[in-house]
C-alpha cells in the first residue's frame, strides 16, 4: 500500500511531515501536531520545546535526535535576541514546583546562546545555556508557586546566538534529579510523558532502503519498479537529503567534466520534472515519482537507531524512533540497502567499515596520507528553506553596517588562495569548512556548531580585513542555516574497495554497474583555516571510469547493500564518486539488484558470481549507462527489425539558440579553442560568444592555425586573422565568414584569442568528439580537455551519423557511440516517423522509448531541451491501416515506457508531431517486449 500523497496533496504532505509553508522567509521543519501538557505521573509536568503552541524566532532541530534523544528548539538570531517561543497548558495541581531545563551551552567558555524561562510572565532567575559542561544537561531553575489552572510558558532568547532547548520539566518533588544519559533522558521522557517504548510494527517488505537522499529515492523507486514491495525509511520530513527543499545542494557528476557524460536513468527522470517545475531541489521531483509506485510506502521522520539480526551475518530487521514523537517502529525485510550517507545501518548491524584516511602503504595510492587517521571533509551549512543557500544569505542596505567577530569564533588572517573567489556578498561559499579532525558522526552537533562559528570567522575577515570590504560594507547578514549537508563520514567494506588506482585509470570493471568521471577531489583538511594553500588537498582530474557491483554489497553481512557515500570506497576514490548524480546512480543500481535478489531468493554476492550480465542488461533497459556495454537483451525484439525512417539528416546545422553558455572567462590572457575538423574539408562560418563590460567597443583579431595533435603547441600551418568588433556592454554571438580550405592532414582548428581587457568568452555546454580549450602562453599554456570555449562553425563540426538503424543497434549515449541517434532531416516538415519491421507478424505489449534531452549540459539543463521529442504517437500496422497504441503530448522526458494490451503485428511505427523547438526529431532507441 501506498503511502506517498499525490502531488495534488503535496501541501497537505508537508504540513503532516512538520515543514511550514512556504514564503519569503522559505520553509522550515516544525512539528504538525504539539502534545497537550498534562500530569501523566502525579507530581510531575514535563514540556518538549516542540510541543510549544508558537515557536516565534527559535527553529526546531531534529539533526541530532539519534545523539542526544529528542527535537530541540533553537534561537537562530545572528546576535539579535529572537521572539519569544510561547505555550500555555492546563496544571492540574496547585503547589511548589521545582523547575528543570535541558539546555546546552554549546562554547562552554562563552556560553553564547543564553535564554530565560519566563512563567506567568515573569522571568526565572537562572539564565540558561550557561552550564559549566559543553555537552546536554539538565539545569535547576529554582521553585515557582502554580497555582491550579492556566500557566504560561516562554522562551526568552537572550542573545540570538543559537540558544537551545530540549525540555522544560516540573516537578513537586524537591529531591527528584532528573537523569543525564541519553538512554535514561528517553525511557524517563516516556515514562512522565505515558509513551510507550515498545516498538509497533510497520509490516514485512521485501526491500528495506534507509535513507531517502539521492541515492535513497532511487535505490527505492529502482526496487519498486522491478516488483519489490519496498520501504523507504527517510529519517527527514522530504526527501532529497543534500539536494532536498531543507539543503538545496545542486547535484554535481561525471558531465561537469566530462561533457556529453551526464547521469541518466531514475536522476535524469527526476531531474527532467524538477526543471519542468522550477526548483532548486528534488524534495518534490522525487515525490512526484514515488506516488506514482504501488509497491513503495515511505515514512518519514524514522531514524532508524537498531539492526535486529537473524545470525551475525543476516539482518531480520531494523527498529526506527519517531523524531517527532520518540514512538518506535519495527519494520521486517529481506534485503536491506543503507543509503543513510553515514553507513548507519551497517554500522548496528556489525558490518565492517572504515572511517577517515587510510594509510598510502595500505593501497599504494600517491594521494594518500604517510600514515592513516580520522581526518574527514567537513560538510557545508546548507538551505534557509528556500532550497539554495550556502552557509549565510546577506542582504545590501542603504548604508554602511559594522560587523564585530562575536569572541568565540576564530580569526581568519588569509583567504587569498588559489581557487578561492569571494563571489557576491548575498550568500557564502562552499568552502566554508571546518577542520577536519572533528568527528562528524558522533560529534556532529558539534561539526554543524563549528560551521556557525566559521560563518561568523568568514564574515568577520570580508567585512573588517579583506581586499573586498569596501564592497561589502553595506551588506548585513540575514539567515545563517543550521542544516549540515556532509561530505563524508563512514564507510561499509563491500568485496572490492575502488582505489584511486581505478580512478585514475578509467578501469572499466566486468561487474560494472554506472559510470564516473567527477575529479579525484578532496578538500582541504584544515577547512577555511588553511590559509594560502587554498580549499584543496587535492583536485585530480580522471577519465571515465566505472563503479563495480562488488562495492554495493558488504563483505560480512549477506543481505546488506549500501549505496551513496557510504559505500566501499578509498577514501581517496570517494573522492571521484562522492558527488550526488553519480551517488543516484548506485541508488538505481543497489535497488535494481535488490529485487532480482528476492525474485531468485539469492544474495547479492550471487548476483555478482551467476548473474551480473542480467543485472548490466536490466540497468540499461532502464536508461542507466554501463561505459562500453550495450543492449544485447535477447527480450528485446526490436533488435531483429528493419528500421526505416520518413527523413534522415545528413548534415547538421549551426543552431545558436541551442547552445547553453556556462560561465564568462575573462579575457585576461591568451585563450584558445581546439576543435577537431572531421574530415571537414572547407569552412565557410565561425560564430564565437562574447560578453563585454567595456565603455566603448573593443577590436579583437581572431587567429585560425591547423593542428595535427590537439595538444600541440606549435601549429602545422596559419589560416590567417579575422578582425572582431565587439559592441560595448554587449552579450552575444558575433559570425565570421571565414571561407577556409582544409587540407586532409590537418585534424584540429585553433581559434586563438588574445589579452583583451573587459572582454569574457564564455564556456559551453556543448562538446565537440575531440578537443579542449587552452589558456596561456607557450611552455606556460594549459589545456582543458572536453572543455570549450563558446563556439560553432557551418558547416557543423561532427562525427554523428544519424541513421535510422541506430535506434536498434544497442547504443543511447552519442559519446560511446556516434552512430547511437536518429535525426530526421530539418528541412523536412513534421511529422516524421521511425517504423520497426519485425520481419513477420509478432506478439509485443510494451515499447520503451529514448529521446534526446541533451546530455552535453553538466544538469538537466533547460526545462524543455529542444532536441526532445514532445508530441508523439505509437500505433502498429494492421489489415492495411495504422492503429493507435499511444499518443502522448508535452513530452519532456527522455525515458518513456509504453504498456498497452498485448497486439500482434509485423510493423511499429512511432510518429512524431513536435520537438521542443529543434527542427529534426531525434531518438536515441526504441524497444519491445511481451512482457
Same mark, same amino acid.
Given at each position: ?215 535513497g529515492t532511487p535505490a527505492a523507486l529502482a526496487a519498486a519498479r522491478r516488483g519489490a514491495k519496498t520501504a523507504l525509511i527517510q529519517n527527514r520530513p522530504t526527501l532529497g537529503g543534500n539536494a532536498s527543499v531543507e539543503c538545496g545542494v545542486g547535484l554535481q557528476g561525471a558531465g ?234 563512514r564507510r561499509l567494506v563491500g568485496d572490492y574497495i575502488m582505489t584511486q588506482q581505478d580512478c585514475e585509470a578509467g578501469r572499466m570493471f566486468t561487474d560494472r554497474i554506472t559510470h564516473t568521471g567527477w575529479p579525484m577531489d578532496i578538500h582541504h583538511v584544515e577547512g577555511i583555516y ?38 566501499s570506497f578509498s577514501r581517496i576514490a570517494l573522492g571521484s564518486v562522492r558527488v550526488m548524480s553519480t551517488l543516484a546512480t548506485l541508488g538505481q543500481a543497489a535497488g535494481t539488484a535488490a529485487a532480482m535478489c528476492v525474485a531468485k531468493e539469492i544474495t547479492p554476492r550471487d548476483i ?59 579575457? /585576461? ?8 575538423? !572531421?574530415? $571537414?574539408?572547407?569552412? &565557410?562560418?565561425? *560564430?564565437? #560568444? ?118 536498434? /543497434? ?8 556516434? !552512430?547511437? $541517434?536518429?535525426?530526421? &532531416?530539418?528541412? *523536412?516538415? #513534421? ?101
Open positions: 500500500m501506498k503511502r506517498v500523497l499525490s502531488y495534488a496533496q503535496l501541501s497537505i504532505l508537508l504540513a503532516l511531515c512538520g515543514i511550514a509553508a512556504h514564503s519569503q522567509d522559505g520553509m522550515f521543519f516544525a512539528k504538525p501536531h504539539r502534545a497537550e501538557v498534562g500530569m501523566v505521573v502525579d507530581g510531575f509536568l514535563y514540556i518538549d520545546a516542540e510541543d510549544f503552541a508558537e515557536y516565534g524566532g527559535w527553529r526546531m532541530d531534529t539533526q541530532f535526535v539519534h545523539l542526544m534523544g529528542s527535537p530541540y528548539l533553537m534561537a537562530t538570531g545572528i546576535g539579535t535576541p529572537v521572539d519569544d517561543a510561547k505555550t500555555t497548558f492546563s496544571n492540574p495541581e496547585t503547589g511548589t514546583y521545582h523547575v528543570w531545563v535541558r539546555a546546552r551551552n554549546w562554547v562552554k567558555a562563552f556560553a553564547p546562546g543564553r535564554f530565560q524561562v519566563n512563567i506567568n510572565g515573569t522571568p526565572l532567575d537562572k539564565e540558561f545555556g550557561a552550564a559549566d559542561t559543553d555537552q546536554w544537561t539538565w539545569e535547576y531553575g529554582g521553585v515557582v508557586e502554580l497555582d491550579k489552572g492556566s500557566v504560561a510558558l516562554a522562551l526568552h532568547d537572550l542573545t540570538g546566538y543559537y540558544g537551545r532547548c530540549d525540555a522544560i520539566l516540573l516537578t513537586t518533588d524537591a529531591a527528584y534529579t532528573p537523569p543525564e544519559c541519553k538512554k535514561a533522558v528517553c525511557e524517563e521522557r516516556a515514562r512522565l510523558l505515558g509513551l510507550s517504548m515498545e516498538p509497533a510494527l510497520a509490516g514485512d517488505f521485501d526491500v528495506i532502503v534507509v535513507g531517502g537522499g539521492p541515492a561537469w567534466h566530462h561533457p556529453g557524460w551526464r547521469e541518466t536513468g531514475i536522476i535524469e527522470e527526476a531531474g527532467r520534472i524538477r526543471m519542468a517545475r522550477g526548483d532548486h531541489h528534488y524534495s518534490y521531483a522525487f515525490q512526484e515519482l514515488c506516488e506514482a509506485e504501488e509497491n513503495l510506502s515511505v515514512f518519514f521522520n524514522q531514524h532508524v537507531f537498531d539492526a535486529i539480526m537473524e545470525n551475525e551475518a543476516q539482518i531480520k530487521g531494523v527498529n526506527a524512533v519517531s523524531t517527532l514523537t520518540g514512538a518506535i517502529t519495527e519494520y521486517h525485510g529481506t534485503i536491506f540497502i543503507d543509503c543513510t550517507g553515514d553507513g548507519w545501518l551497517g554500522y548496528f548491524a556489525g558490518a565492517e567499515y572504515r572511517y577517515g584516511r587510510e594509510a598510502r602503504s595500505e593501497f599504494n595510492e600517491s594521494l594518500a596520507p604517510e600514515k592513516a587517521d580520522d581526518i574527514t571533509m567537513s560538510g557545508c551549512l546548507m538551505g534557509d528553506g528556500l532550497g539554495n543557500l550556502t552557509a549565510f544569505r546577506a542582504e545590501k542596505t542603504d548604508a554602511p553596517v559594522p560587523f564585530t567577530r562575536p569572541p568565540w569564533a576564530g580569526e581568519i588572517t588569509t583567504l587569498e588562495s588559489p581557487g578561492r573567489n569571494f563571489g557576491s556578498f548575498d550568500r557564502g561559499l562552499w568552502w566554508m569548512e571546518h577542520p577536519g579532525d572533528i568527528n562528524n558522526i558522533w560529534e556532529a552537533e558539534e561539526a554543524r556548531d563549528e560551521l556557525i562559528k566559521v560563518t561568523f570567522s568568514y564574515w568577520d575577515y570580508i567585512k573588517n580585513r579583506s581586499r573586498v570590504k569596501e564592497e561589502a560594507e553595506n551588506y548585513a547578514l540575514v539567515t545563517i542555516p543550521i542544516m549540515n549537508a556532509k561530505r563524508e563520514s588553511s590559509g594560502a594553500e587554498g580549499s584543496f588537498d587535492f583536485q585530480t582530474d580522471v577519465p571515465i571510469g566505472s563503479v563495480p557491483f562488488r562495492s554495493l554489497y558488504s563483505k560480512t553481512i549477506n543481505n546488506l547493500m549500501m549505496a551513496g557515500r557510504c559505500g555478482y558470481q551467476n548473474h551480473i550480465q542480467e543485472l548490466q542488461q536490466t540497468l540499461l533497459k532502464y536508461d542507466q549507462t554501463l561505459p562500453g556495454i550495450k543492449n544485447e537483451d535477447l527480450e528485446d525484439l526490436a533488435r531483429s527489425a528493419t528500421v526505416t525512417a520518413s527523413t534522415t539528416l545528413s548534415q547538421d546545422v549551426m543552431d545558436l539558440d541551442a547552445i547553453s553558455i556556462t560561465r564568462p572567462i575573462p579575457l /585576461n590572457m591568451t585563450r584558445a579553442v581546439v576543435i577537431p575538423t !572531421a574530415e $571537414l574539408k572547407k569552412l &565557410d562560418i565561425v *560564430a564565437l #560568444f562574447f560578453e563585454s563590460t567595456a565603455p566603448v567597443s573593443r577590436q579583437l583579431a581572431v587567429h585560425i592555425e591547423g593542428l595535427k595533435e590537439a595538444t600541440q603547441l606549435e601549429a602545422e600551418m596559419s589560416f590567417g586573422t579575422w578582425p572582431v568588433e565587439v559592441a560595448a556592454t554587449s552579450k552575444g554571438w558575433v559570425q565570421l565568414p571565414v571561407d577556409i580550405a582544409i587540407p586532409s592532414d590537418i585534424a584540429f582548428l585553433r581559434f586563438r584569442l588574445p589579452k583583451t581587457p573587459d572582454i569574457s568568452w564564455p564556456t559551453m555546454s556543448k562538446s565537440y568528439f575531440a578537443g579542449g580549450r587552452t589558456y596561456g602562453d607557450g611552455e606556460a599554456t594549459t589545456y582543458r580537455r572536453d572543455e570549450f570555449y563558446a563556439i560553432a562553425t557551418t558547416p557543423v563540426i561532427s562525427d554523428a551519423i544519424y541513421e535510422p538503424e541506430n535506434v536498434v /543497434n544497442g547504443w543511447t549515449r552519442l559519446k560511446e557511440n556516434p !552512430a547511437s $541517434l536518429w535525426a530526421s &532531416d530539418s528541412a *523536412a516538415a #513534421f511529422p516524421q516517423w521511425l517504423e520497426l519491421d519485425f520481419g513477420n507478424a509478432i506478439e509485443f505489449n510494451t515499447v520503451y522509448l529514448t529521446f534526446d534531452t541533451d546530455l552535453s549540459t553538466q544538469i538537466t539543463g533547460a526545462a524543455y531541451p529542444k532536441e526532445c521529442v514532445k508530441d508523439y504517437e505509437l500505433s502498429f500496422w494492421k489489415d492495411g491501416e495504422w492503429i493507435p497504441l499511444a499518443a502522448i503530448t508535452g513530452n519532456y522526458q527522455r525515458h518513456r515506457i509504453h504498456r498497452f494490451d498485448t497486439v500482434t503485428a509485423q510493423k511499429l511505427r512511432l510518429t512524431i508531431h513536435a520537438t521542443h523547438g529543434s527542427p529534426s526529431a531525434r531518438v536515441y532507441e526504441i524497444r519491445a517486449y511481451n512482457e
